[in-house]
């Protein structure tokens, strides 16, 4: 599938996020800091996917 470069921004953007929460509970690995970044990293991978798909059901170039 090809995708413009505005599905790259969306998905950059948000992989960054996933990946310095994911960070975040390594550093704090056995506390309740790790099991919250872990939840919010879980919650920014299905808002990444929504907006992913609301991307594709509206833009000319991707497909
Ligand atoms: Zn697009």
Redesign the pocket.
Known sequence: MR??H??GRIKSGYERDISSLMDHATRNEGTGLAKSSRSSADGARRSMAFALNR??AH?R??G
Do not use: D, G, K, N
């Open positions: 995708t413009c505005r599905f991307h594709l833009c170039e991707c």
